[in-house]
């Protein structure tokens, strides 16, 4: 029945003497919900197709459709046809497993958090300076602290190659814009940050995928990508990547770092999750240092609301351009949410934050591989990936889990090409405890597994 490609199992022919025809469809569909013959999810068929089924003119079709919307029996999504409605208990929250956001970890009360570090701040700053202008990298004390934060990764940095920004979209953004340009080409992974090609558009740069395996882009496919497309500049994210949660190998790392040097590319390393994962292999940018801008953020690995970033440009490369690039775009980071960043660093806080975020992420994740054990994750890392069956329509699942208050998001989000996969990311940090998120979860569950039955009886 779903998709319209065959007669209505749930329609019989209408009644000459009952009453308003529009009305005996709207019958004949609730008569059909209530007896499990349509289902919350299913499509109805395209109105004219109904109509012709019927032997009624389109009119009566459509007003039918509209009364059904109005009585909660079906809902509309534009340019995909009309559904059946799922009725859920009024007042309940939506589950929002759309948003990679790290978790609230236990035990830390972010409150206590906050109220200790601006005291802090305030106890050592002029509260006037702190509400002025700061125009350029940011003050030595704050690139000092970024150093020491990404040392883990990076080894020593020089602060004088750090650039302090407002989160790391603006910084994106702000790279694209100098480093690619308006009308130009970017290389990227075949599904990629959805953040990463929102700049592109506003850039009016074109993305390009890179060929690519399960364990990554592949170093044949940037060389041949770079050279048909005239492109200069080439940016993934090589560790817990999203939304594929593969963790590029150091044989990978240093194969795509040989053609970057050979083709004399630039690269943009967004590592937003790297500090989830400190088992990873070193990032690309201690293998070409020279051709490497390294983004990282403390949004992904602390909370979402601590947008500060921290950007390495490339050694031997002045941030003049970047500062400038940023300055246009958003001006400054805000010098009050710097100066938290920091002395969160400076205190250990950070550290323990980040220690929390960690084991809440894993026990999040173990209780995911459960229910979804074919989805690719990490242990630590703030989502999953689950490929569907080739005969799946994932907008059907987007949908249905929509209708049971759920959100995921639909690979086409990530998609660099015209064809995306059929799969959906399903993030794990954005509901608020492990209770609600696991009740989330198995709903999501026993969707795909409804699903999953419908399509083998040939119902969807």
Request: proline share 9%; glycine share 8%; charged share 20%.
């Amino acid at each position: 029945m779903a998709g319209g490609d065959r007669t209505a199992p749930w329609t019989r022919p209408l009644d000459p003497a009952g009453g308003l025809r529009y009305l005996q469809i709207v019958d004949l569909v609730a008569e059909a919900v209530a007896s499990g013959r349509l289902r919350p999810g299913d499509r109805l068929p395209p109105q004219r197709k109904l109509a012709d089924q019927l032997g009624v003119d389109l009119t009566t079709v459509t007003r039918a459709y509209a009364e059904a919307r109005r009585r909660n029996l079906i809902d509309a999504v534009t340019g995909r046809g009309s559904f059946i409605a799922v009725r859920r208990e009024p007042g309940g929250p939506l589950l929002d497993l759309s948003m990679n956001i790290p978790p609230a970890p236990k035990g830390i009360r972010l409150a206590d958090l906050m109220q200790r570090g601006i005291s802090s701040v305030l106890a050592r700053a002029d509260s006037n300076l702190l509400m002025s202008y700061h125009v350029g990298a940011g003050s030595l004390a704050d690139r000092m602290a970024a150093a020491a934060w990404l040392e883990p990764l990076l080894g020593p940095v020089d602060p004088q190659r750090l650039v302090v920004a407002p989160g790391a979209q603006s910084a994106l953004s702000a790279l694209i814009g100098s480093l690619v340009g308006r009308e130009g080409v970017i290389l990227t992974e075949p599904l990629a940050y959805p953040g990463l090609l929102a700049a592109a558009r506003h850039w009016q740069v074109r993305p390009v995928a890179v060929p690519a395996d399960a364990d990554g882009p592949l170093p044949d496919g940037l060389e041949q990508a770079a050279r048909s497309h005239g492109a200069r500049v080439f940016c993934l994210t090589p560790t817990i990547q999203n939304p594929t949660a593969v963790i590029l190998s150091p044989a990978r790392r240093a194969a795509l770092a040989r053609v970057a040097s050979a083709l004399d590319l630039t690269i943009i390393e967004d590592d937003p999750y790297a500090l989830l994962a400190p088992e990873a292999p070193p990032p690309i940018a201690t293998l070409a240092p020279e051709r490497t801008y390294y983004v990282s953020t403390l949004s992904k690995v602390l909370t979402p609301g601590l947008r500060t970033a921290f950007v390495v440009v490339p050694d031997g490369t002045a941030p003049d351009a970047l500062v400038g690039a940023l300055r246009a775009h958003v001006l400054m980071p805000a010098p009050l949410m710097t100066a938290l960043a920091t002395d969160w660093i400076r205190s250990g806080e950070a550290a323990q934050l980040l220690k929390g975020v960690r084991e809440e992420a894993a026990a999040r994740q173990e209780m995911a591989r459960h229910l979804f054990p074919s989805a690719r994750s990490h242990r630590n890392g703030l989502h999953l990936w689950q490929p569907l069956p080739a005969h799946w329509d994932r907008y059907r699942l987007v949908e249905a889990a929509r209708r049971e208050g759920l959100g995921v998001t639909a690979s086409d989000a990530f998609s660099v090409e015209a064809r995306a996969p059929d799969a959906v990311r399903v993030s794990i940090g954005g509901v608020p405890d492990r209770a609600r998120l696991k009740a989330a979860l198995e709903k999501l569950a026993a969707i795909m597994s409804t699903l999953h039955e419908r399509y083998q009886d040939g119902v969807v």
